[in-house]
């Protein structure tokens, strides 16, 4: 797959990066793609939130926005898949072009805007899928246009609360207009008191508990990370994920791509991300489960990114540039960074260097 990719990499960057994920996704529904024939290695199970996953590395949301290739996408290797961001009703997203590959950074700027088809399209096609196992997480989002945003988070819970493994609250898209502001510590706590009570009453009337997880900007302020932290102590939310896009364009060599709008993502994204994580996993404690997010691109990237403090990594933009059999070279790293240094699980690598990622420069 490694040289398969690369062969066809030059064609695939003359075509817009949009248009080239739909290819992607229609090939991946096709079923003609290949499958791994990995043998499972114990060593890299990971229990979190009260599910087992068979390895670490997740494709993150923003990939399969619709549901429309998650067992694909389990069958390429990836230990689970996170579907969305879904909203209530379909929206058609931000006026294209609206995603930007930067080769000489390894980045990707997107300003999509939430472009999905909405709750009902997407339960149809769980529901299709119920019974084939895997884990698969659904990431819900808000309207643009809505009136009461929180309203929307707590309509995606009620929908899908049959058929996710676990949830993702998407507060920290950098392309809706004041989706980030629900990060502010008031509007945080009434979000998550909707959002877990909804959960809970679904438990209650005999549903299954999903867990339900947090994701957060890689922007947030040393006091705003705080916040977050208190109010997902307080709340007991099962889970966080770290981080979203950013808005910061420190480093980049293409600059002329740089001044484009909406978030940054790839390998610019690491550090920052890192180092936030880092942060949050210091703030909250040992047991809280964080999935990494940003700027994996190889086997490295994932171990610094567990070691800092992720029990679960995700991955999307380093796929652009690495190709489908970027998951199976990260699980390879691991497993042979494991027997070099004699690790029995990746519960024994997470958080092991929190202190000394969390007091590095993001900007560095």
Known sequence: ?????????????RVDP???????????????TPKS?????????VTAFGVDFP?????????????????????????????????????PGNPKPRMFRLPADHGVINRLGFNNQGHAAMRARLLARKGRGGVVGVNIGANKDSEDRVADYVAGIRAFADLATYFTVNISSPNTPGLRDLQARAQLADLLERVLTARDEIAAGGGRRVPVLLKIAPDVDDAGLDDIAAEVTE??????????????????RDLATAKESGGLSGRPLFRRATVVLAKM?????????????????????????????????????????????????ILDHLAARMTRDGIGSIAELTGRWAERWAAADPNA
Do not use: W
């Not at 024939?37 to 199970?45: E, G, M, T």
């Not at 429309?68 to 069958?75: R, S």
């Not at 007991?236 to 950013?246: E, K, Q, Y």
């Open 1 to 13: 797959m490694i040289d398969l990719y690369r062969l066809m990499k030059p064609a695939v960057f």
């Open 18 to 32: 949009e248009t080239a994920h739909g290819l992607t996704i229609r090939a991946l529904a096709t079923g003609l």
């Open 37 to 45: 024939c990995r043998a499972p290695d114990p060593r890299l199970a």
């Open 55 to 91: 390895n670490p590395v997740g494709m993150a949301a923003g990939f399969d926005k619709n549901a429309e290739v998650a067992d694909a996408v389990l069958g390429l290797g990836f230990g689970h898949v996170e579907v969305g961001t879904v909203t209530p009703r379909p929206q």
């Open 235 to 252: 709340k007991r939310l099962d889970g966080l994920v770290v981080s979203n896009t950013t808005l910061s364009r420190d480093g980049l």
């Open 281 to 329: 996993r210091l703030k909250v404690g040992p047991d809280l489960p964080i999935i990494g997010v940003g700027g994996i691109d190889g086997g490295e990237a994932a171990y610094e990114k567990i070691v800092a403090g992720a029990d679960l990594v995700q991955v999307y933009s380093g796929l652009v540039y690495e190709g489908p059999s970027l998951v199976g070279r």
